[in-house]
């Protein structure tokens, strides 16, 4: 069945680059994306990236997808104590209304 | 910025009572949902609502809940008998469109005792 799987932690000093991975099974995947949660908030879009796209940037994100190994990421660049959260990876096919998440990965940006 | 809205933030029930979730969705949107997030684990998702009946349910919707959107600018989530397994963190998210982002709601966290 449809899975999304994402590596639980992840600790970064200040200023420097955050990449958060995640891989997913469905083929049909035709939207990505990435949410985050703050503590005790709801979930956030950060950005999204279609099947057909390889690479996405937005400000300070860029998501990289490969398709061929079903492996998408998030890349934050100078990464802020702000940043501090749980990110979601997210894929949904056309042919379905739901979104199927992954666990979530913590980031932890120390000063 | 229009956002979805959910009330309340916390719910605590027995288990057996009945619970209605609400939520405002975002006020041009024609597609609604409802997931939730038991504790540690993935958020799940239950139910997507357009044009007045559920379009997908997954297995988790059972006969227990409903969704209604009793007027213009409302969607509930009723779960009619509570068990403790229901303790969740439910999060109602809308649409645009079939193919659009969907916006989440801060969620309900709801407990069963």
């Known amino acids: 069945g449809e899975d999304v799987e994402q590596s639980l932690f992840l600790s970064v000093r200040e200023g420097d680059s955050s990449v958060i991975n995640c891989t997913y099974t469905d083929s049909s995947s035709t939207y990505l994306y990435w949410y985050k949660q703050e503590p005790g908030a709801g979930l956030q879009l950060l950005t999204y990236i279609f099947s057909n796209m390889d690479m996405k940037q937005d400000q300070r994100l860029t998501v990289l997808l490969n398709k061929k190994d079903k492996h998408l990421s998030l890349r934050i660049a100078d990464t802020q104590t702000g940043d501090s959260a749980i990110y979601f990876c997210a894929e949904k096919a056309d042919s379905s209304y739901k979104l199927i998440f992954g666990s979530g990965t913590r980031l932890l940006v120390r000063p | 910025e229009p956002e979805v809205t959910q009330t309340p933030s916390h719910q605590v029930t027995q288990m057996g009572q009945e619970v209605i979730l609400r939520c405002v969705p975002i006020?041009?949107?024609?597609?609604f949902y409802w997931y939730r997030q038991i504790l540690g684990q993935k958020v799940e998702f239950l139910v997507s609502f357009y044009n007045n009946e559920i379009s997908e349910k997954s297995e988790i919707f059972d006969d227990q809940f409903s969704v209604e959107r009793p007027d213009g600018s409302n969607f509930t989530l009723k779960i009619r008998s509570t068990k403790l397994e229901d303790s969740a963190m439910y999060f109602c998210?809308?649409?645009?469109?079939?193919?659009?982002?969907?916006?989440f709601g801060p969620g309900t966290r709801l407990t069963v005792l």
């Open positions: 998210a809308s649409s645009e469109g079939y193919s659009d982002t969907q916006y």
């Open positions: 006020s041009n949107h024609l597609y």
